[in-house]
Each structure stands twice: as structure tokens, then as C-alpha cells.
């Protein structure tokens, strides 16, 4: 990526490794990087702000200096050889892939660009089309959340009778639910349970179908259950309802899960299901993984 | 006619949600930067690759910065050394984020933005030989180790975690659907591939639903060993599988990797346990193994093949 045909830019990027900071470099080295810098700055930063109206960012922030001395700092551990070890890092690859090396390294650092881009953004900028907690996280398949629905709560500690009473009315839900689940559904829920990725190749081939379908048969399975709690269980309160889904859904994939053939489970270290209950009970700091 | 429980919620705090509201934000933005790289930068012809050779030597307490792996989006994987037993050293990556997503994650007091978050789900155990592949680029402070231990035993009990370090944590996962659970599935796999290991590439035969599995090999043995007795009995958290220790024969006991019916098993062959106290069992062969008598004592790991760290309970 020659921006200035006479600096060949292999070589500008050595001398910058060489010399530790661009203030150190030849004037042709440092017009160069500082470039390069901008130019992968501003591409980040206009894909998310506006470029018209109240949020703008003024010519200085993007000039070539401020975009290469941010990407400079941002990575630095602390003002030794040993912080800066990410220029080692950015070059290694470079040096040991067989070809390309100078695209090599500008994908490097495009990828670390992109870091500094998304630190400056959410600090200096506020995004026009990031969310508060009551603005819906997209979810697809129609299927719309909020923050706030995504941490509901947690069940209040009540009787044994009480927690009998809902752990069978989970039951008899979670029954009827499975029972109207397709197979692709199953796959996907049984991948969940087994900790395997739905990306996954074998986890794709089994459902018979690519991973966005899959996603969304994954997406499916909840949908089904909140339309089902909200139109049948006689529960007040959205963050009831969605805390009495969550235990259904928690049922389900039990029992998905006792339906994965013996020598799937063991191969692919199956979530044991006790354990998701107990890590959800510490109040406050429950964390299920699925 | 259906009796319908009556619950009771206590919602999540404000500080919670307040929390996942900043995760999320700082996730679309990096989902939003990650869309706008379509097409630059693609290397569509084969690249050959060469490993880089040993660096530097390993200690406990070290902040290490791995070699880079062959995939060219995948930005530098930071680590953090916390022990050693036997030549394996347990290490925690650092998070690509400045927010912890989970309870799991821990934001650190350090200023450098590659070290804001460290990822205690995801800790792993590496061979020294491993480890040499990065270099040292910074060490844990006293009190970091500290905050490290503390956190995890939290993880290991089922206490509440500190107030000193509760604010510092992500907030609790419980949603299905939450998109932090891609994030976990993605820094799984940007770890998996820093470290040059392919897990799940690596197995192969995946049967559906309900079918036999032909092609299983790993149950055919179902010999039960006694070896003196059994002593102790664990479950390994986060899998189906159990342990089965049998009474010391002179300064070792037999172990046995076994499903929940009893059958040894033997996904864990290649794979160790690992205890605080310093000790190493030998390496799992055929779903057996063996551990000093001392080991019993301390707290230990499971590690797989893969360098993946699952707690034990006593059963």
C-alpha cells in the first residue's frame, strides 16, 4: 500500500520498529505511518458517526499526528522496551508468514487501529445509535429484548412448598415445549448444553442447516417459551414471567441434554446441569454460561 | 385445572444493569468497527507459517504477551502467569474489552488498555515449553496476586465475593439469549487459537440426536479397577465426568476418569490434575492416572488435553 510512491512503506515501518517512535523517524517514514494512521482512524470513525448534524469530529482530532500517536499509546504497557512489546508482536507475524509482509503488518495494525478507534469513541463520543437499558437490543426472528430483560432478577428466596410448586409448573411447561420443538431446535440446544459452539462443523451437520439458521432455530426455542408463559401462566409482572422462562428453559435443556446418546455427552464435556443451578444461587453474582 | 405458583422477584441492582448497559455498548461499537472490515485487508491466497522460536524464561507472576497465531484479525493475546506445578504454569488472558462482560471477569486498576480486564473463566494450563513462545511484558503486583487468589477461591465456593472487588466484576449471565454469550464463544476461540490448538477441529464423529454412535471408541472398556478400594469420589465441574480415587499404594494413589454410570473413560488422556500444592499427576492415560498421597490434600484441577481448567467437587 504505497500512499506516497517514493517511501517504500516495508521500509518505513522497520525504521519505526527500529527507531521505537515515529519522532525519532525520517521525515518521509514519519509522513508515511501518519498516513496510514488517518487513513484506518477515519474510516473507523465515519462507519460510526455521522459525518453531518451535531456529532462531528473536528479536523484536528483526525489529523495525521493525532491518529498515529494515539495508536502509539494505546498499546503501550508502560514506557519501557519490554511495554512496547506489541511492535514485536506486529512484526513476528509479518516475519513469519512467507509472503506479503508489509500487508502482513498493516493488517496488524489495522486490527489494533480498530481498538484505539472504539477506546476514543466510547469515551469522547456519545454514539447516536448506542442503547440505554430500556432501548431494545436486537435480537432476530423478531425476538426483542432489553437490558433489563436480560438481568430480570433473581427468584426470591421463598418456602419449600413455594419452590415445589414452581419447579413443577416449570415441569409441565418445559414437557409441553419440548414436545413442539423441531429437531434443528434440539441440536442447537443440545450443542448449548454440551459447551460446543453452534458454529461449530459437526454441531452444523447434525442440525442440517448453516449457522445463521441455526441461530435463529437456537433464538426459536426462548421465543416460544416467553410466548407460551405469557399467554398461558397466570404470572404478574414481566420480570416474573421472564424469570419463571428462564427456569423452564433451564428444564428443557435437562432434558435435552439426558437425550444426547452417551458417547456425544462424554466426548464433548456436557454441562452438568446441578452445577448451572448452583452458581445461579449466589445472589447477585449468579453466572450461567450455556 | 392448573395452579399457578406465585413468584417473587428481586430485581437486579442498578449498578448491575448498569454495568451489561456498558458491556453492550462497548460491544455493538466493536461489532459495528468489526462489519466495516469487510473486504480490506484479505489474504485470499495460502500463507506458509513459522512458528517464532523460546523467548524468554516463565515465572509465576509474569504478564506475558503470546506470539502471534496465524489468523490475521485476531489481535495480540495478552496473559497473566499465576502458578506453576510441575512443568505447567496456569495462566489467565486478558480481555479485548475495557468492561468485564461477566461475574467471571475482573477489571483490573491498570491504566494500560491491553490489561483492563482479566478473564478468570477462560484460564487455561500451559506446558513452559508453551509459554516461552511470548514475551514478558510486565509483572503482577502484590496486590493483584492477592485480588487473583481471592477471586479464585470465589469462583471455586459458593460465598459472596467481597465488596472490595464485587464493583470490579461483570454482572451475572442468565439470559439464553444475551449476546454475551457469542463473546465468551469468540474469546474461547481467539485463545484456543493464540495457543495454536483447534479444539474442537480436533474431534471428530458427531452424532446426531438420539443415534448411535458407531464410530465411539471410548466406552469399550468398562472393567471397573479396585486397586485397594476406593478413597475418594469428585465430580468434574462443568462436565459429565467423575473421578475415582483408590486407597494409597505406598506414596501414590490410582485415579480413574469415569462417566456418571461408572465407565472409565477417556476423553481426559493427554490431560492431567493439577493442585495448588505444587504437584502434578502423571499424565492420563486410557482414563487412569496417578497422584502423590499428598495431592488429596490441596485444592486441584482438572486440565484437558487442551490446557482447559475444570474445577472438582467432592461428591
Known amino acids: 500500500m504505497g500512499i506516497d510512491s517514493g ?15 515515529l519522532d525519532l523517524c525520517s521525515e518521509r517514514t514519519a509522513a508515511h505511518l501518519c498516513r496510514f494512521g488517518q487513513n484506518r482512524f477515519r474510516r473507523y470513525v465515519e462507519r460510526c458517526l455521522p459525518q453531518s448534524g451535531p456529532v462531528r469530529v473536528s479536523g484536528d482530532l483526525l489529523s495525521p499526528r493525532n491518529a498515529w500517536h494515539r495508536f502509539e499509546i494505546h498499546l503501550c504497557v508502560h514506557e519501557t522496551r519490554a511495554g512496547k512489546r506489541y511492535k514485536d508482536w506486529l512484526f513476528q507475524r509479518a516475519n513469519n508468514m512467507g509472503a506479503h509482509w508489509e500487508r502482513i503488518v498493516e493488517a496488524g495494525a489495522s486490527v ?30 423478531g425476538a426483542v429484548l432489553t437490558a433489563e430483560d436480560l438481568l430480570p432478577g433473581t427468584l426470591d428466596p421463598s418456602g419449600e412448598v413455594e419452590q415445589k410448586e414452581i419447579q413443577e409448573a416449570a415441569d409441565r411447561m418445559a414437557e409441553e415445549v419440548l414436545a413442539g420443538l423441531v429437531p434443528r431446535e434440539r441440536v442447537a440446544l443440545a450443542a448449548r448444553a454440551s459447551g460446543m459452539p453452534l458454529s461449530h462443523a459437526g454441531v452444523l451437520k447434525a442440525a442440517g442447516c448453516g449457522k445463521t439458521v441455526l441461530y435463529t432455530a437456537y433464538q426459536n426455542i426462548f421465543r416460544k417459551i416467553a410466548v407460551r408463559v405469557r399467554e398461558e401462566a397466570e404470572i404478574a409482572g414481566a420480570a416474573e414471567q421472564t424469570v419463571f422462562a428462564l427456569h423452564v ?19 464433548h464435556f456436557s454441562m452438568d446441569m446441578e452445577d448451572v443451578s448452583v452458581r445461579r444461587g449466589k445472589a447477585g453474582y449468579g453466572s450461567v454460561t450455556s | 385445572m392448573t395452579r399457578w405458583p406465585f413468584i417473587k422477584v428481586t430485581p437486579s441492582t442498578p449498578d448491575q444493569r448498569e454495568r451489561l448497559a456498558r458491556w453492550l455498548d462497548e460491544w455493538a461499537l466493536d461489532r459495528r468497527l468489526r462489519e466495516s472490515d469487510g473486504g480490506v485487508d484479505d489474504f485470499p491466497e495460502p500463507v506458509s507459517f513459522q512458528e517464532g522460536k523460546a523467548g524468554e524464561e516463565v515465572r509465576p507472576g509474569d504478564i506475558r504477551l503470546l506470539y502471534p497465531g496465524q489468523e490475521i484479525h485476531d489481535g495480540p493475546a495478552y496473559v497473566a502467569v499465576t502458578e506453576a506445578a510441575g512443568d505447567l504454569y496456569l495462566i489467565i488472558p486478558f480481555g479485548r474489552f475495557e468492561e ?7 477489571r483490573t486498576e491498570r491504566d494500560a488498555f491491553p490489561l483492563r480486564v482479566l478473564c478468570l473463566w477462560n484460564a487455561r494450563a500451559l506446558s513452559a515449553d508453551a509459554l516461552t513462545r511470548s514475551w ?35 454482572p451475572p449471565l442468565v ?32 452424532p446426531a440426536l438420539n443415534e448411535p454412535d458407531e464410530s465411539a471408541l471410548l466406552l469399550a472398556a468398562d472393567k471397573r479397577e479396585t486397586y485397594g478400594g476406593e478413597a475418594a469420589r469428585y465430580r468434574v465441574l462443568q462436565t459429565a465426568l467423575r473421578l475415582q480415587v483408590f486407597r494409597p499404594e505406598g506414596d501414590h494413589c490410582r485415579v480413574r476418569i469415569s462417566d456418571r454410570a461408572g465407565e472409565t473413560v477417556t476423553d481426559l488422556d493427554g490431560g492431567m490434575l493439577y493442585g495448588t500444592g505444587g504437584t502434578v499427576s502423571d499424565v492420563i492415560r486410557k482414563g487412569l492416572t496417578r497422584v502423590p498421597v499428598s495431592f488429596l490434600e490441596s485444592t486441584f484441577w482438572v486440565v484437558d488435553p487442551r490446557g482447559r481448567r475444570y474445577r472438582v467437587k467432592r461428591a
Open chain 2, 100 to 106: 468485564p462482560a461477566t461475574p467471571e471477569e475482573w
Open chain 2, 136 to 170: 514478558r511484558v510486565d509483572c503482577l503486583t502484590a496486590r493483584e496476586k492477592e485480588d487473583v487468589r481471592i477471586l479464585n477461591e470465589w469462583m471455586e465456593s459458593e460465598r459472596a465475593l467481597p465488596s472490595g472487588l464485587a464493583h470490579a466484576v461483570g
Open chain 1, 7 to 21: 517511501t517504500s512503506g516495508e521500509a518505513a515501518w522497520r525504521e519505526w520498529k527500529a527507531q521505537c517512535a
Open chain 1, 249 to 267: 428453559y433451564e428444564q428443557i435443556k435437562k432434558m435435552v441434554h439426558s437425550e444426547i446418546s452417551p458417547e456425544f455427552r462424554m466426548r
Open chain 2, 175 to 206: 439470559h439464553p439469549l444475551d449476546p454475551r454469550h457469542d463473546y465468551l464463544e469468540e474469546e474461547t476461540g481467539r485463545l484456543d487459537r493464540a495457543l495454536g490448538k483447534d479444539w474442537w477441529a480436533e474431534r471428530d464423529g458427531y
Open chain 1, 112 to 141: 489494533l487501529m480498530r481498538d484505539v478507534v472504539r477506546e476514543y469513541l466510547r469515551h469522547e463520543h456519545a454514539i447516536p445509535w448506542m442503547r440505554s437499558l430500556q432501548e431494545p437490543v436486537a435480537v432476530a426472528n
